[in-house]
């Protein structure tokens, strides 16, 4: 059996490395948010699945099934709304469609709210990657 000096830098050691497991647990994902991560990381896998927003099914003349095609939509307007006004969410038809509680989207499998949080700074910092 270690003897007693031994055994307490031993607990702190293990103690400093549960510590640090733990906050790597808890970060998240610090990746720049630019127009094509957020088209990879969030619209292409939630809205650009089928039966959603493809270049088959267009709904509103939105496809988010590809890089291109979510690139493009992003630079759209949809009735008469810009979809995305860089420097204001609020003001932005993207968001403002995300973030209503009575219509969820995508409807199958609505967007994590970290993800319409995501979307919302990305708006505010004034999209970039979307110029």
């Given at each position: ?20 497991v ?6 998240t ?17 939630f ?55 009575r219509r ?12 319409k ?6 708006i ?8």
């Amino acid at each position: 059996m270690p003897h007693a000096s031994v055994r307490a830098p031993m607990k702190f050691l293990a103690c400093v490395l549960l510590a640090f497991v733990a906050s790597c647990a808890d970060q998240t994902d610090t990746r720049p948010q630019t127009a094509d991560y957020i088209i990879e990381a969030i619209l292409v896998p939630f809205c650009g699945r089928a039966g959603c927003h493809t270049a088959e099914t267009q709904p509103h003349d939105l496809a988010f099934d590809t890089i291109d095609n979510a690139m493009a939509s992003l630079k759209k307007t949809d009735r008469g709304m810009q979809l995305v006004v860089p420097g204001s969410a609020d003001s932005s038809e993207l968001f403002t469609i995300l973030s209503d509680s009575r219509r969820i989207m995508p409807p199958d499998s609505p967007l994590p709210d970290a993800n319409k949080m995501l979307i919302e700074n990305w708006i505010n910092a004034g999209a970039p990657g979307l110029q």
